[in-house]
């Protein structure tokens, strides 16, 4: 449908930052232009700053933050940084000043703020923006590719003057993601600069990569807009994994569905140059598969053995949920991942064994009324996100605005746009669903992640010290942390995809649940090509490199895991019991 992806195409800015879903193939794509940019001779710098980054894997070659020349490649210099590791030295510097003259809870308030992604951004951000206003290495490469570009999130933030304030010890909400950045001062023109830069389109082409799924373009558009917002305009969009053989039912079926959703393109990307890179039958590491990206190359199969006697399935799973009685279920995962479906087949199979299952979304699609009806003993509500959010801005802006200046308004403005805000304003109402829903099990699509959980309960610590009228916490969400914290009646079902940044990114989720005591026994892997005995030769090889993702997740989960088949089908209603084959 779109032009097969050619460098040649494209007109090449020194700058090149590459964005999009987890699992879409931003690294992939990012080593294979670099590569082939090095084979032409090009003198490459490539950076990583995505904490799930497996470029030591794709160059089969230790890495650090430095910069390492690849042997096989002699133009290419690839540096991997540990944004995490780094947020931790950050969030370190901030604290230090604080520790023995504030109060122990003001201390964990202050910690956990300062523990969210925004922050490990920050921390990314921070490392390389020296590459993108570094004089001497725009001189010594002819190309800087970042994997991994900041969202116009955290810029906004970075260009407010209050971020660069002692601001934390003055949260007005509890719910920041990002924190204060004084601990960073002394990088404040570096950061202007590097925003400058960013935005300039002679210097610097954005590069959103999805895949041919509605979710992943849904992701791809709306990083687009909140780019263009801030002037970073000179994008172009990259689909990756477009299958072109098509020779049996199940390629025949992605091949349709592909289509479709290539041909319902989002608005907002509709203007932007598109190209596609074609479904490759590998996994994208050592340098010749790299090479290979954007050529055909032969079909190879991984020969790595399941670890498992035999695929167990979502039966099992209903099965340990009925016979344990938990109360409230939440499918927690990366968007794409199938949360939405896996939910309603639970409450639905729940509902079959006579149990009174009450199902809920914080989707903004609400797919759940297309998906199932209130029947079976099932009763179905929508906590609206954009309304929940809206509601709990104006309730915090609307204090603030009694003490505070036009600058830290804006401050506040703009992080009451950060994901765990969303968070909080979703999990106050989700805890007054499920404390009305004492007498039957919650179902919910979409779960808090830890590092909430965590936030949520150390500002409940900080206004128990501090008195304060701002981002008071609801009694609803007070009785809620202990009854999720209470594995005999709370489960969260980790939903994930046999592949690598998903698993990476599912198991951080779990790291973060376990941090904050929720308990978490089971995972789904849905939407696998290996349960589904596919003939055609790209589908089947991309099959037997999932095995050693299910071997992962088998030893992660000590076993308690299911595998749902990949199916083109939409399911909804009774049609749902085929998630259960």
Not at 482 to 490: A, E, F, G, V
Not at 547 to 570: C, R, Y
Request: glycine letters at 4%; proline letters at 3%.
């Amino acid at each position: 449908m779109f032009k097969e992806f050619d460098l040649n195409d494209i007109n090449l800015t020194k700058y090149l930052f590459f964005t999009g879903k987890g699992g879409v193939g931003k690294t992939s794509t990012a080593c294979a232009i670099a590569v082939a940019l090095a084979d032409e001779g090009k003198k490459i710098m490539l950076v990583s700053t995505d904490p799930a980054s497996n470029l030591q894997d794709v160059f089969e070659t230790e890495l650090d933050n430095k910069g390492v020349i690849i042997d096989k490649v002699p133009n290419l210099v690839v540096a991997n940084f540990e944004p995490e590791a780094a947020a931790e030295e950050y969030k370190e510097s901030v604290l230090a000043p604080y520790r023995g003259k504030l109060p122990d809870a003001v201390l964990q308030n202050m910690e956990e703020q300062l523990s969210g992604s925004c922050t490990v951004e920050i921390a990314a951000f921070n490392e390389f923006s020296s590459f993108i206003t570094d004089e001497k290495a725009a001189q010594a490469y002819d190309h800087i590719i970042f994997d991994t570009a900041p969202t116009g999130h955290t810029l906004r933030m970075l260009e407010l003057p209050s971020a660069w304030t002692n601001f934390i010890s003055e949260s007005t909400h509890g719910a920041s993601c990002l924190g204060q950045l004084s601990g960073l001062e002394d990088k404040k023109e570096t950061y202007k600069l590097a925003v400058e830069n960013l935005s300039d389109k002679e210097k610097t082409t954005l590069i959103l990569i999805s895949r041919p799924e509605t979710s992943t373009l849904i992701e791809a558009e709306r990083a687009s807009i909140e780019l263009q917002d801030i002037g970073v305009n000179n994008q172009l969009l990259v689909v990756n994994g477009v299958l072109q053989e098509h020779d049996d039912s199940l390629s025949n079926q992605m091949y349709n569905m592909q289509q479709k959703v290539l041909e319902n393109i989002p608005d907002g990307l509709k203007t932007l140059e598109t190209y596609e890179i074609p479904l490759r039958a590998y996994n994208i590491t050592g340098i010749d598969n790299v090479r290979g990206l954007f050529k055909s190359g032969d079909i190879e199969y991984s020969d790595e053995k399941l670890a498992i006697n035999h695929i167990p399935k979502l039966n099992n799973v209903i099965d340990d949920l009925y016979k344990t009685d938990k109360k409230v279920i939440f499918t927690m995962g990366k968007g794409g991942v199938g949360k939405t479906t896996i939910a309603a087949t639970i409450a639905l199979e729940l509902a079959k064994k006579g149990k009174k299952v009450h199902l809920t979304t914080t989707d903004p699609a609400d797919h759940l009324k297309f998906v199932l009806e209130e029947t079976h003993g099932i009763t179905i509500s929508k906590i609206d996100e954009k309304k929940e959010l809206e509601k709990y801005t104006e309730e915090v802006l609307s204090k603030a605005r009694e003490t505070m200046n036009d600058d830290d308004i804006a401050y506040i403005e703009e992080d009451l746009r950060s994901p765990c805000t969303q968070e909080i304003a979703i999990f106050r109402a989700l805890a007054e669903i499920v404390a009305l829903s004492e007498d039957e099990i919650v179902v919910i699509d979409t779960a808090p992640t830890g590092h909430t959980l965590l936030l949520l309960e150390s500002t409940q610590s900080y206004n128990n010290e501090i008195a304060r009228t701002q981002g008071d916490i609801p009694e609803s969400v007070k009785n809620l942390l202990p009854k999720l914290k209470d594995q005999s009646l709370t489960e969260v079902l980790i939903v994930a995809l046999a592949e690598a940044t998903p698993f990476y990114e599912a198991k951080r989720l779990q790291e973060d649940l376990d941090r904050a005591g929720i308990h978490s026994k089971w995972w789904i892997i849905n939407s696998s090509l290996y349960a589904t005995h596919t003939t055609n030769e790209v589908l089947k090889a991309k099959a037997s490199n999932e095995v050693q993702w299910i071997n992962k997740i088998n030893e992660v989960s000590k076993g308690n895991l299911a595998i749902i088949k990949w199916t083109p089908e939409e399911l909804k209603g009774e049609n749902l019991s085929k998630v259960l084959e």
